[in-house]
């Protein structure tokens, strides 16, 4: 069964990088099937998707902050990562890191990983 | 960008209840790429439906979802103790893919 795992600090410094990977395991992240994501959700808040990436790094991005993210991947380690740099408090949330088919009509984010709660404070 | 507005914030309501959930697009969502989620406190979101109408794997079929242009509806056909959570619609047809505000379901 396809497990998501998030990592990474769980306070980053206003102006600083927030750097988080997951980790997929019960699966291949190289499969051409799927798309890789990351959604996040501020405390008492709605979801606001980041981004994705496919295996290959091909790379789609929230125009809202397009500017200030990266996401990428390593197949040999069977991981996807997400940079979001210059972060204020604004960025705090619970970052999840989640699977969307390929298939277009089935695009939907169909497995999730259990999110990574961030804080963005001095 | 598609703004998803879901309606009403807030419902009460007792277990073996019917319910319908609403979520109006701010245009026409492509090829009815609209999703539904449920979330619990502390937890993941958890896929319903997609494509508007077809059921995630393993997703009792008390839950429905029926729509097409701008208007989607989530339906529960007898609520379950278990179901009283907040509710998400998401659309992927077009990029930004984007996400209504909730609709949280609370027992009476």
């Known amino acids: 069964q396809l497990q998501l795992q998030e990592s990474g600090p769980g306070l980053v410094k206003p102006s600083e990088t927030l750097s988080l990977t997951c980790t997929v395991s019960?699966?291949?992240?190289?499969?051409?099937?799927?798309?890789w994501g990351w959604i996040r959700q501020p405390p008492g808040k709605g979801l606001e998707w980041i981004g994705t990436i496919y295996y290959s790094g091909s790379t789609y991005y929230n125009p809202s902050l397009k500017s200030r993210v990266t996401i990428s991947v390593d197949t040999s380690k069977n991981q996807f990562s997400l940079k979001l740099s210059s972060v204020t408090a604004a960025d705090t949330a619970v970052y999840y890191c989640a699977r969307r088919l390929v298939v277009a009509a089935r695009g939907a984010f169909d497995v999730w990983g259990q999110g990574t709660m961030v804080t963005a404070s001095s | 960008e598609i703004v998803l507005t879901q309606s009403p914030g807030t419902l009460s309501l007792s277990p073996g209840e019917r319910v319908t959930l609403s979520c109006r697009a701010s245009?026409?969502?492509?090829?009815?790429?609209l999703a539904w989620y449920q979330q619990k406190p502390g937890q993941a979101p958890r896929l319903l439906i997609y494509?508007?109408?077809s059921g995630a794997t393993g997703i009792p079929d008390r839950f429905s979802g029926s729509g097409s242009g701008a208007d989607f509806t989530l339906t529960i056909s007898r609520l379950e103790p278990e179901d009283f959570a907040v509710y998400y619609c998401q659309q992927y047809g077009s990029s930004p893919y984007t996400f209504g505000q909730g609709t949280k379901l609370e027992i009476k």
């Open positions: 019960g699966g291949s992240i190289s499969s051409s099937s799927y798309y």
């Open positions: 494509g508007a109408s």
């Open positions: 245009q026409s969502v492509s090829s009815n790429y």
